[in-house]
């Protein structure tokens, strides 16, 4: 996503949001997060505020939700979204300082952020600091390693496959939560592995990036552009099937 631009990102998180497994996954989390009426609640990189909106309907308006981003344009575009819920605060901050007080959150929610930052676990101490005692966090992650496009060229998927896990800065953050969380001193009560299924080219194309990505390979020189050529076309003929898979934890303070 970082070769994208700031419309194209939050295009791409909508899109992402809205497919089947999408909004599975979110539910899972929402449901795992336990909110209740006047509980404080941080959503750590909220983007452009996908999912504030549900956070700030279950702690109602005697609650407070902060969405936490490193970038003002994702904070400007939640704060359009959601001017009906003033008890919504946004403020522009870095996921290993959070711009919030020790023990000041009941709940804390990640989504897809680690993945992206320079220090997970000291993302997950930020968490830790910030949650009260017994606080949740709920945090999902995807293991890019795990990424696999059926093919009869095996080859070419495996290069885009490993194309793909190389453009992401923590490829494998999905399989390491648990250990990470452990280190900080959050308690982990649950682990789920989420199955990511694609069966649609056109959804598989806007989440994986098929062609965007295999064109940055072919130019990159790790995919050959007379193998992607014919790949493509038989991924978009179908039957396709991609899949990789998500972990869900829930850990407490």
């Keep these: 996503m970082s070769q994208l631009t700031s419309a194209d990102r939050i295009a791409y998180l909508d899109t992402a949001a809205a ?13 795992a997060l336990d909110l209740r ?6 959503d750590v990189g909220c983007g452009p505020g ?15 939700v902060v969405g936490v981003d490193r ?16 008890w919504i605060d946004l403020r522009v901050g870095d996921a290993h300082a959070l711009p919030l007080d020790d023990i000041s959150m009941d709940r804390a929610r990640i989504d897809r952020v680690l993945m992206h930052v320079e220090d997970p676990a000291a993302a997950l101490a930020e968490v830790r600091r910030v949650l009260r005692p017994t606080g949740v966090l709920v945090v999902t992650e995807p293991d890019w390693d795990t990424l696999a496009v059926a093919d009869e060229d095996v080859a ?25 969380s452990a280190r900080v001193g959050l308690r982990v009560r649950s682990v789920e592995a989420i199955p990511v299924v694609f069966e649609d ?9 098929l062609r965007r990505n295999s064109a940055r390979a ?11 050529r014919p790949w493509l076309r038989r991924l978009s003929a179908g039957p396709l099937l991609a ?7 829930t850990a407490e303070a």
């Design 50 to 64: 996908t999912d504030l909106g549900r956070l700030a309907d279950a702690v109602r308006a005697d609650g407070l």
């Design 71 to 86: 970038d003002p344009g994702m904070l400007a575009e939640a704060g359009r979204r959601l001017a009906d819920r003033p």
């Design 201 to 209: 080219f056109g959804t598989a194309d806007r989440i994986l990036g």
């Design 156 to 180: 070419t998927s495996r290069r885009f496959a490993r194309f793909v896990a190389g453009q992401v800065r923590n490829p494998t953050i999905g399989r390491e939560l648990v250990r990470l």
């Design 218 to 228: 072919v130019a990159a020189g790790e995919m050959i552009d007379r193998e992607v």
């Design 243 to 249: 899949s990789f898979t998500l972990y869900l934890v």
């Design 19 to 31: 497919t089947p497994v999408g909004q599975d996954y979110k539910r899972r989390a929402l449901d």
């Design 37 to 42: 009426p006047g509980q404080t609640v941080v």
